[in-house]
């Protein structure tokens, strides 16, 4: 554990809600997120974690600061899978473009919660048990085995345990209602659509921190290294989303290098746990190693991708092919055309 000041977890909270406030501000009115703005996003997010990493070396230690990096990085890199989740999320419910920022907005501030309580939780069982980082790299030995053999892209938006549990509780139209989540019929409040994407959105994140926890925590187990690295990766997701909606597909060798880098990390945490419950004969990988190795996967995946790009498919559309929402709903949906036409307002119905 690191000696963190509580003051930097002020700068922190203050950074993060600032952030997302001016986020909020710049995005009030819905339109579709071009290349270049999502592309100016992407970077303010990234040079924003930077910053904050330099903060952390600073004040907090060199080991510290390597830490947070290497975590940040690394949750970076894993965040891909999300990307590829969210363009099939968006397919499947034809959410229209305009619409797609608010929903991830909402995604990630229920993201930061959620992360916030599975990484303390985290950090908490392995002080106390720390065999049970055995079971963790058994779980990235898993993911890794799942990646390699095509296994993980199962994912079923229609399907998921929370789109199904927000069914039983309020009514579902099928029509969207320009941005908004509610509208009354007949003097009854139902939900559009719109709520249904926000809902898989979390379930996915679910999933995801199954693979992101462990992982994470290989690299750390200061609660302050482990959510911050988290929180700045999270919140440059959107925009990455957008800026590569479109050119997904292209990074076909990208899983592979995941793949790896969650096969490395398990390594890592059983070194790690070998040698703090068997013999501190065992060694341990550092950290810096960590993060030279994400690094150099993640270098050579992208540019074996773009070296070797993928055989053209005769009719085949990779997700975000037409850019984000495009695609054809799934079984039993259906919604508004891409085009957009609709706007805050138009749709039958009384708005809230």
Known sequence: MHDVPFWL????????????????????????????????????????????????????????GVEYTTAWLLEKSLSVDNLFVFALIFSYFRVPRAYQHHVLFLGVLGALVFRGLFLAAGVAVVSRFTAVLFVFAAILFWSTYKIL???????DPGKSVAVRLLRKVIPVRDEYAGPHFFVKEAGKRVATPLLAVVAAIEAADLVFAVDSVPAVLAVSSDVFIVYTSNAFAILGL??????????????????????????FIGVKLVLQATHETVSTAVPEIPSLVSLAVIVVVLAVSIAVSVLRPPAEKAGAEGPGAEGPGAGEPGAGESGTEESGAEEPGQQPGKHE
Do not use: C, N, P, Q
């Not at 990234?46 to 904050?52: D, H, K, P, W």
């Not at 053999?149 to 994912?155: H, I, N, P, T, V």
């Not at 997904?248 to 899983?255: A, C, E, T």
């Open 149 to 155: 053999k095509g296994e993980d892209e199962s994912f």
């Open 238 to 263: 959107r925009a990455l989303y957008f800026m590569l909606a479109g050119l997904l597909d292209r990074f076909h060798y990208l899983s592979v290098g995941l793949a790896l880098i969650l096969g």
């Open 9 to 64: 977890w002020i700068v922190f909270g203050v950074t993060v809600a600032v952030s997302l406030a001016i986020d909020l501000f710049a995005h009030r009115t819905a339109h579709v997120i071009g290349f270049r703005e999502a592309a100016a996003w992407s970077a303010g997010w990234i040079s924003l974690a930077i910053v904050f990493g330099g903060v952390v070396f600073l004040v907090v230690g060199t080991d510290a």
